[in-house]
């Protein structure tokens, strides 16, 4: 007999280990014990060698579905003579950083006990085992026991202690269990607006002053309360009555609120988005199954295996139906809608045609598609419906939807209510909150929002919103990485001297903690523009830092001076200064809590915007090595004061070189150019053919006066070399986007509009080196190389760009002084081409497919350039720009065909989400020289 001990570590608490090394010695006739110790898992086993040695193969070999051994260290000890193998009590200890499972969907056999009439656990929403249900949102501590979970005030009852305790029970030692009888339990709020009037009230204000909110509590089906229309006897059934008849819940989930609304109900979701401040950013919806996903978009086999991961993220879908953005509130004939009825009045049943039978899920009966928002009779479909049933207002002129599954027992009762109607289930928050997590909060904030909040009494430890990915070039693309990732640890391929937080961007912010080689990214943040954001913010870095156990002696953040990240890294620095804070320390970033005061001397590094982007994916592929970083973004704060944004660079993780960018033009009125892309036409227009006349017509003459002021006496107008603004200019130019809702907007429609068209040639455009002459930015002094298309315009004898050129331009010749200077890519030509099509009344999806071409034909050509002179075969795209399917495609089967390796982004996603993550990777290398 020998006693051997195990230091596990890994995601190894909170997935049913405990339980799974206990079954698996017991099976095998071992003695000892397991326990949660701190960060890790402790084993000790006693027993015959080789039998001990096959419990070592099935640690690793065998494990639970959610577990991820990272390294078992063993060593052999005394005998102790156990009689048994026992799960002991768990000990604080923490050496290493403690590794804690994400929330996971409802695994298939709680599902089968949830619609199961003869379970115990029947139609319960709060029903879970050792592999599902919540994790992180509900942990208070470490080590993951019941206690230290929001679970802890629920006390088990008889039955459900025994499945506890039982090693043979799926349940045993699973820390969230619960029944009807002990556990967590639904309630139902009605608005005092709503309850009074019977019908969501159209003139409700988001801003309106706080009203009372009614409890619902009617144990007894036969007694209805007269004041309410919501007869249901259960919070539930009230709740699924409520969307019914069109009105808005709020819906408590894992991480935070929801609301929740018809997604085939116009007049509801027109009514929310007036309600959240949100104009036309595309809301998600939730199907009840996979076949449900099926009737509304196309889903490949790669998307529905997204769509049923565990992590149950959001997953961007195309459209069956062909989408055209209509007036919120009106249908294809252009007249308004009336609220709850179309316009013969009753509404067509879902997928159905007006003789009542089944329509082709986007077709006509003759197979073609049919015109969004009408029927196979070709006369409006009722509530602004287009052909796949989803209201218009969901995601106005959109052809992707963003679509998810059930996650929670809640959310699956609550679909099936709903029979195989979709639900609009978007943040709860108004446009640039934080989600709402915690109830008191949610009553405050929803009032005038919400008709009806449906909550429960399991407290949310920490806020989590929903991931979005999407499937491109063979593999998912993550765009927000929050619940069901979160706070799954990356690996670092440089590992940290010292414990580091990098605090990210301005937009789409996360920050990471990093030890050792671990790297803790944090779930979206959202855009700290908004106060409220950044102080939750503020707040998920304290407790991120007390529950991993992490206290930064580095921070990482970005070069802008102006982001709110930025400010925080100075003011958490000022704060333990020997000096005390500085005078200079800003005063708009919330107060630190004493947990976040660092010992004097904490480290501050500041790490380029677009050099972040690059480590970012260089870490991603675990690489340290050299490579050419293709980083497209809208705005990046750049090392000469200016707008980067369509960066070419060369450098790794420690530092980079800029060796090639778009030429400078101006963004006039900086921040505002984002809003209203057409100032970026101007712009352009200014710089290719000296003034912005071409847009009079769509913009008014005193509009383009002030810009071309602007933009002459450099007034607020800003450099900017910006990709993301320029692809904002040719939507504007091209007609399809002048001013825009949200961020990305005008780009995001015109690759919507390029994939409409087939390949058709691309623009010209020219490669320049040599210093940059002082009075103007971006115009090189030195030599170039052009690339041109064959055909030109019949009017005017300018190149259309119908034809794409077959070889690379030759390349230039460059002195030993140029190599000092990055190229510039020349887009004056570019923008005379896009102007003769739109004089030549060319179809803007030919347009925007010429210009998508020809930004993958500047990437191939600046890269050839580089290959040339570095040696360099490894491309890394990145930014923003990159969430662009088909850009990011072409791009790199270009790049691959042309000899080049391509690294995209795979843990984290390419915009300024993953900006954390590499400003960590830079930091730990610039730590290790």
């Known amino acids: 007999m020998i006693r051997r001990a195990a230091k596990v570590t890994g995601l190894v608490q909170g997935i049913g280990f405990r339980p799974f090394v206990h079954r698996v010695a017991s099976q095998l006739g071992l003695f000892g014990f397991v326990r949660n110790q701190g960060s890790h898992v402790l084993i000790h086993v006693e027993g015959a060698p080789a039998t001990i040695d096959r419990f070592q193969r099935a640690l690793t070999e065998q494990l639970p579905p959610l577990a991820r051994v990272d390294h078992v260290e063993w060593q052999d000890c005394p005998p102790r003579n156990d009689r048994a193998f026992e799960i002991v009590a768990s000990e604080a200890v923490m050496e290493t950083a403690v590794t804690v499972a994400a929330d996971v969907a409802t695994c298939p056999d709680c599902l089968a006990e949830l619609f199961d009439p003869h379970d115990r656990r029947y139609r319960y929403p709060f029903l879970n085992c050792t592999n599902c249900g919540p994790r992180l949102t509900i942990i208070t501590g470490v080590p993951y026991d019941r206690v230290r979970t929001t679970m802890a005030p629920f006390q088990m009852c008889d039955a459900c202690r025994r499945e506890y305790e039982d090693p043979a029970n799926r349940r045993f030692h699973a820390e969230p269990t619960a029944c009807p009888v002990c556990g967590p339990r639904l309630v139902l709020y009605e608005s005092a607006n709503a309850r009074s009037t019977g019908e969501p009230r159209a003139s409700a204000r988001a801003d309106a002053p706080a009203s009372t909110w009614v409890r619902i509590e009617q144990a007894d089906p036969h007694v209805v309360d007269r004041r309410s229309e919501l007869s249901s006897h ?11 008849r069109g009105r808005i819940v709020a819906i408590k989930g894992l991480g935070g609120y929801h609301f929740a609304c018809l997604a085939t109900n116009e007049a509801a979701v027109t009514r929310l988005r007036r309600r959240k401040h949100r104009d036309e950013k595309p809301f998600a919806i939730m199907v009840r199954d996979l076949g449900a996903a099926r009737a509304i978009c196309h889903v490949s086999n790669d998307e529905a295996r997204m769509l049923e991961d565990a992590r149950r993220p959001i997953v961007l879908l195309r459209r069956r139906a062909e989408t055209q953005p209509l007036p919120h509130g009106r249908g294809s004939d252009g007249e308004p809608l009336p609220y709850g009825r179309g316009s013969d009045g009753p509404p067509l049943p879902y997928g159905r045609g007006s003789d009542g039978q089944p329509l082709p899920h986007g077709r006509s009966a003759d197979g073609p598609p049919l015109p969004y928002g009408r029927g196979s009779d070709g006369e409006p479909l009722p509530h602004g419906r287009g052909s796949d049933g989803v209201a218009v207002a969901v995601a106005p002129g959109n052809p992707l939807l963003g679509v998810m599954l059930p996650y929670t027992p809640l959310h699956h009762l609550l679909m099936a209510g709903m029979d195989d109607e979709a639900l609009v289930m978007t943040s709860g928050n108004r446009s640039d909150e934080p989600i709402a997590y915690e109830d008191a909060d949610a009553r405050e904030r929803f009032t005038g929002i919400a008709d009806c909040l ?30 069901g990732y979160v706070p799954e640890p990356l690996t670092l391929p440089v590992s940290c001297r010292s414990a580091v937080l990098a605090v990210g961007g301005q937009l789409k912010a996360t920050f990471a903690l990093g030890q050792d080689e671990r790297a803790i990214v944090s779930h979206h943040g959202g855009d700290l523009d908004d106060f409220a954001a950044l102080r939750a913010y503020v707040q998920a870095i304290d407790d991120f830092e007390r529950f991993f156990d992490v206290t930064p002696t580095v921070i990482v953040h970005d070069l802008h001076p102006d982001y709110a990240t930025t400010r925080y890294a100075a003011q958490r620095c000022d704060e333990r200064s020997p000096d005390g804070p500085r005078a200079s320390a800003r005063t708009d970033v919330p107060a630190l809590d004493g947990a976040q005061r660092a010992p004097a001397g904490l480290e501050r590094i500041a790490v380029q915007h677009h050099h972040a982007h690059l480590a970012s994916c260089l ?12 980083i497209f973004d809208g705005t990046g704060y750049g090392l000469d004061g200016a707008v980067w944004g369509g960066e070419f660079l060369v450098g790794g993780l420690t530092d980079f070189r800029r060796a090639a960018h778009l030429r400078y033009v101006a963004m006039p009125g900086g921040e505002q150019a984002i809003r209203e892309p057409w100032r970026m036409a101007a712009a352009h227009l200014i710089d290719a053919t000296g003034n912005a006349s071409s847009l009079r017509g769509a913009v008014s003459a005193d509009k383009l006066n002030i810009v071309e002021r602007m933009v002459a006496h450099r007034l607020n107008a800003p450099q900017t070399s910006s990709m993301g603004r320029l692809f904002d200019a040719v939507a504007a130019l091209a007609g399809i986007r002048l001013s825009a809702a949200y961020e990305g907007q005008a780009a995001m429609e015109l690759e919507w509009a390029a994939t409409r068209a087939g390949t058709d040639g691309c623009y010209s455009f020219s490669l320049q080196t040599g210093p940059i002459s002082d009075d103007a930015p971006g115009r090189p002094a030195r030599s170039s190389a052009a690339c041109e298309p064959r055909d030109s315009c019949p009017q005017t004898g300018k190149s259309t760009g119908a034809d794409r050129p077959t070889t690379t331009p030759p390349p230039i010749e460059r002195g030993e002084r140029d190599l000092w200077w990055p190229m510039v890519v020349d887009t004056r030509r570019l923008i005379r081409d896009v102007l003769c099509d739109v004089r030549a009344s060319v179809d803007p999806a030919v347009i925007a497919r010429r210009f998508h071409s020809t930004v993958v034909e500047i990437i191939a050509a600046v890269c050839h350039r580089l290959r040339a002179s570095t040696g360099l075969d490894r491309v890394a795209l990145s930014g923003g720009v990159f969430m662009n399917v088909l850009l990011l495609e072409e791009a790199t089967a270009r790049l691959q065909r042309d000899g080049f390796r391509v690294y995209r982004q795979r843990r984290v996603p390419p915009n300024d989400g993953g900006l954390s993550f590499g400003q960590l990777a830079v930091a730990a290398a610039r730590m290790r020289r």
């Open 234 to 244: 259960d919070p539930l059934g009230a709740a699924i009555e409520a969307l019914r």
């Open 454 to 483: 449906l909550t429960h009494d399991r407290a949310i430890q920490r806020r989590c919103d929903d991931s979005i990915v999407r499937w491109t070039g063979g593999a998912p693309m993550i765009l927000r990485r929050s619940r």
């Open 619 to 630: 870490a991603d592929h675990q690489s340290v090595e050299t490579a050419i970083g293709v």
